[in-house]
């Protein structure tokens, strides 16, 4: 709830769980001791147990932790042995993407590029062991490492040799390796920087002490002389200024605006554009200034998409419109298509609006259903075309990838349980994927039948995607407090998957997502007796307390509901300080929530209000309706008591 928890399908840490009733299957207490003493990598008893695993649904996980324990010492044939016997498993392609970097690792080319094409996930460590293998006969291998330099996040070690050589042969130059230290810097990422920078001619490039100290008081760092021919002295000086722009952009562009002048125009540029993106973050009415004196100085897609936002805020859809066309393809997502949309709209370029609505409008998600309303339509689910029979919901139950799955689930094992599942989804067409999600509604699944229908990409069962399990137990209490049901379910949806156990990384617990001292001050605001922190996961209490709070949020912030969502992820206050200087439509401001995770969180759970609204009135729906608008703080608001 507050305290900024993480998203399903963002890190959540699920509760061990087993379906009430289900008994342990013969062989599962040897599975269990063999997960065990795979976790300390005990070959003997593995060997020891691994006979008892014949025939059990999850054999080929006692398999591969046999193999999986040896694999620095085992023959090729035994390693093929293993992936022919379990061909297609989610077992056998993490044994063949473990073994593919054993192989690499120890220089074994020939094995590495008989076995790799059969590799179905590619991550970036085997990546440049597959460069690695080329190069020895392909010059031009080497080359292709360059698209796996120019990023801010730390790369395996397998890339190391393939950036060597780029830089040994001239394909890596000086302003290559500096504009990857920049980036690293820009993130923070002073050991990212550091190591990027030892490709630099011997005594060029920053101290990575004084790097460590900038960070820590780059204020401090601006306040003393420096050598303006020198680059690494002039990189580390512009390193301070954005630094001191995370904290204050307004002192950073103090500083800046007083030595920019020492400073090449591509360099004065790239500090303006980190100091307007800080800005823009914190809803700095300068920021849109301060872009714009980084004149077209190089922007990443995350500085153009605050922009972006920072031009919303503010109304000025000309400046959206150059922002959003500097992006790369892969930046124009949906909140582009539709925010450009509506510059070109307001701008009276309608047939370019147009164009980019219509199919927007097609998508179930926030920004399709906006585009629809923008088109005169509403919002409503669409109706099933599809339902499979009890006979192919029974077969598809029988699948081993599922099978395996749900064993796993039964046993606790949510993590691998959701990777097998997630595994053997793969290649599937719609009306397969529909009965999945039914194979996981009669499992008590309801966060895999969700995830499953979710997947569909032109026939869909919202009855499935839009799944509301507990529905009897939440009507009452959103009645008691007066809460919109579709727009709670909408949340739940979002917040544990109906997972009435789930935990979040953050601690927070249940269908409601509750922190401990939420739940407690909730408790006792609600007079609860004998209440303890262990009936969190009761459906009941949990949705009881958290429905109680949801309310005194929404209360206190004018009775609106994005803001209250918000504040619920985020908390209220944080939720409060987002709020705009003048009343704005609500779809605008949740785009320019700070926060990633709230700013996705506000709109999926207002889109799925939209959903469960349309399916259980069978009514179109109006999610601009919905949403409304979100205007400045009222004097009420300044003090939220002791919510926590």
């Given at each position: 709830?507050?305290?900024?928890?993480?998203?399903?399908?963002?890190?959540?840490?699920?509760?061990?769980f087993?379906?009430?009733?289900?008994?342990?299957?013969?062989?599962?207490?040897?599975?269990?001791?063999?997960?065990?003493?795979?976790?300390?990598?005990?070959?003997?008893?593995l060997?020891?147990?691994?006979?008892?695993?014949?025939?059990?649904?999850?054999?080929?996980?006692?398999?591969?932790?046999?193999?999986?324990?040896?694999?620095?010492?085992?023959?090729?044939?035994?390693?093929r042995?293993?992936?022919?016997?379990?061909?297609?498993?989610?077992?056998?392609?993490?044994?063949?993407?473990?073994?593919?970097?054993?192989?690499?690792?120890?220089?074994?080319?020939?094995?590495?590029?008989?076995?790799?094409?059969?590799?179905?996930?590619?991550?970036?460590?085997?990546?440049?062991?597959?460069?690695?293998?080329?190069a020895?006969?392909?010059?031009?291998?080497?080359?292709?490492?360059?698209?796996?330099?120019?990023?801010?996040?730390?790369?395996?070690?397998?890339?190391?040799?393939?950036?060597?050589?780029?830089?040994?042969?001239?394909?890596?130059?000086?302003?290559?390796?500096?504009?990857?230290?920049?980036?690293?810097?820009?993130?923070?990422q002073?050991?990212?920087?550091?190591?990027?920078?030892?490709?630099?001619?011997?005594?060029?490039?920053?101290?990575?002490?004084?790097?460590?100290?900038?960070?820590?008081?780059?204020?401090?760092?601006?306040?003393?002389?420096?050598?303006?021919?020198?680059?690494?002295?002039?990189e580390?000086?512009m390193?301070?200024?954005?630094?001191?722009?995370?904290?204050?952009?307004?002192q950073?562009?103090?500083?800046?605006?007083?030595?920019?002048?020492?400073?090449?125009?591509?360099?004065?540029?790239?500090?303006?554009?980190?100091?307007?993106?800080?800005?823009?973050?914190?809803?700095?009415?300068?920021?849109?200034?301060?872009?714009?004196?980084?004149?077209?100085?190089d922007?990443?897609?995350?500085?153009?998409?605050?922009?972006?936002?920072a031009?919303?805020?503010?109304?000025?859809?000309?400046?959206?419109?150059?922002?959003?066309?500097?992006?790369?393809?892969?930046g124009?997502?949906?909140?582009?298509?539709?925010?450009?949309?509506?510059?070109?709209?307001?701008?009276?370029?309608?047939?370019?609006?147009?164009?980019?609505?219509?199919?927007?409008?097609?998508e179930?998600?926030?920004?399709?259903q906006?585009?629809?309303?923008?088109?005169?339509?509403?919002?409503?689910?669409?109706?099933?075309?599809?339902?499979?029979?009890a006979?192919?919901?029974?077969?598809?139950?029988?699948?081993?990838?599922?099978?395996?799955?749900?064993?796993?689930?039964?046993?606790?094992?949510?993590?691998?349980?959701?990777?097998?599942?997630?595994w053997?989804?793969?290649?599937?067409?719609?009306?397969?994927?529909?009965?999945?999600?039914?194979?996981?509604?009669?499992n008590?699944l309801?966060?895999?039948?969700?995830?499953?229908?979710?997947?569909?990409?032109?026939?869909?069962?919202?009855?499935?995607?839009?799944?509301?399990?507990?529905?009897?137990?939440?009507?009452?209490?959103?009645?008691?407090?007066?809460?919109?049901?579709?727009?709670?379910?909408?949340l739940?949806?979002?917040?544990?998957?109906?997972?009435?156990?789930?935990?979040?990384?953050?601690?927070?617990?249940?269908?409601?997502?509750?922190?401990?001292?939420?739940?407690?001050?909730?408790?006792?605001?609600?007079?609860?007796?004998?209440?303890r922190?262990?009936?969190?996961?009761?459906?009941?209490?949990?949705?009881?307390?958290?429905?109680?709070?949801?309310?005194?949020?929404?209360?206190f912030?004018?009775?609106?509901?994005?803001?209250?969502?918000?504040?619920?992820n985020?908390?209220?206050?944080?939720?409060?300080?987002?709020?705009?200087?003048?009343?704005?439509?609500?779809?605008?401001?949740?785009?320019?929530?700070?926060?990633?995770?709230?700013?996705?969180?506000?709109?999926?759970?207002?889109?799925?209000?939209?959903?469960?609204?349309?399916?259980?009135?069978?009514?179109?729906?109006?999610?601009?309706?919905?949403?409304?608008?979100?205007?400045?703080?009222?004097?009420?608001?300044?003090?939220?008591?002791?919510?926590?």
């Open positions: 709830m507050t305290g900024m928890k993480t998203l399903v399908g963002m890190g959540l840490l699920l509760a061990a087993a379906s009430s009733g289900t008994h342990a299957a013969p062989g599962d207490d040897d599975f269990m001791a063999m997960r065990e003493a795979f976790r300390v990598n005990d070959a003997r008893k060997d020891a147990l691994a006979p008892r695993l014949k025939g059990h649904v999850l054999e080929p996980y006692a398999a591969y932790w046999q193999l999986r324990v040896r694999l620095d010492d085992a023959e090729p044939q035994a390693v042995a293993f992936l022919a016997d379990y061909k297609d498993t989610f077992v056998a392609e993490r044994m063949r993407a473990d073994w593919l970097k054993r192989l690499g690792k120890n220089q074994q080319w020939d094995v590495f590029e008989a076995e790799r094409p059969q590799l179905v996930e590619d991550d970036v460590e085997i990546t440049c062991y597959a460069l690695q293998s080329r020895r006969t392909d010059a031009t291998a080497v080359r292709e490492a360059r698209s796996l330099w120019f990023t801010e996040k730390d790369t395996p070690a397998s890339c190391t040799p393939l950036f060597a050589q780029l830089a040994a042969s001239n394909q890596l130059s000086v302003q290559d390796i500096w504009a990857r230290v920049r980036l690293a810097l820009g993130a923070g002073v050991g990212v920087a550091t190591r990027a920078a030892a490709l630099l001619p011997l005594g060029q490039g920053p101290n990575p002490t004084v790097l460590s100290a900038v960070s820590q008081n780059p204020a401090g760092h601006l306040a003393r002389p420096f050598d303006a021919t020198n680059r690494a002295a002039r580390t000086t390193f301070a200024a954005y630094r001191l722009a995370r904290s204050s952009p307004q950073a562009a103090m500083h800046w605006s007083g030595m920019e002048s020492r400073f090449t125009e591509d360099e004065r540029g790239f500090v303006w554009g980190h100091i307007g993106l800080q800005g823009a973050l914190r809803h700095d009415p300068q920021s849109l200034q301060w872009y714009a004196r980084a004149g077209n100085a922007m990443s897609d995350y500085q153009l998409e605050w922009q972006a936002r031009a919303l805020r503010a109304g000025d859809w000309k400046t959206l419109i150059a922002a959003v066309d500097r992006m790369v393809v892969e124009k997502d949906s909140p582009w298509r539709y925010w450009k949309a509506r510059a070109l709209k307001a701008l009276g370029r309608d047939a370019e609006a147009l164009a980019l609505l219509k199919p927007l409008s097609q179930y998600i926030f920004y399709g906006l585009a629809l309303e923008e088109l005169g339509g509403k919002v409503s689910a669409p109706p099933p075309v599809y339902t499979p029979t006979n192919e919901v029974q077969a598809m139950s029988q699948t081993p990838g599922l099978r395996r799955a749900l064993a796993l689930y039964a046993l606790g094992l949510r993590v691998e349980a959701n990777r097998e599942w997630a053997t989804l793969h290649g599937m067409d719609d009306k397969k994927l529909i009965a999945a999600a039914e194979v996981a509604k009669r008590d309801p966060d895999r039948v969700i995830n499953t229908a979710d997947k569909t990409a032109s026939v869909h069962d919202f009855r499935l995607r839009y799944y509301a399990p507990y529905r009897d137990v939440l009507k009452a209490h959103a009645a008691r407090n007066g809460l919109d049901e579709a727009w709670v379910l909408g739940i949806r979002q917040e544990s998957r109906f997972m009435a156990e789930v935990r979040s990384s953050a601690g927070a617990m249940g269908l409601m997502q509750l922190m401990p001292g939420t739940a407690q001050w909730v408790a006792g605001k609600m007079g609860l007796k004998n209440w922190w262990g009936n969190v996961t009761d459906p009941d209490t949990n949705i009881s307390l958290g429905t109680y709070y949801l309310r005194h949020v929404y209360d912030l004018d009775g609106n509901a994005p803001l209250a969502t918000a504040a619920y985020a908390g209220p206050g944080r939720a409060r300080t987002w709020r705009p200087d003048r009343p704005m439509e609500a779809a605008a401001w949740a785009e320019t929530i700070p926060f990633n995770e709230t700013r996705h969180y506000v709109k999926l759970v207002m889109a799925n209000a939209s959903y469960y609204a349309s399916l259980f009135t069978q009514q179109a729906q109006s999610l601009k309706a919905r949403i409304g608008e979100v205007g400045p703080a009222r004097p009420s608001e300044k003090s939220l008591g002791d919510t926590p």
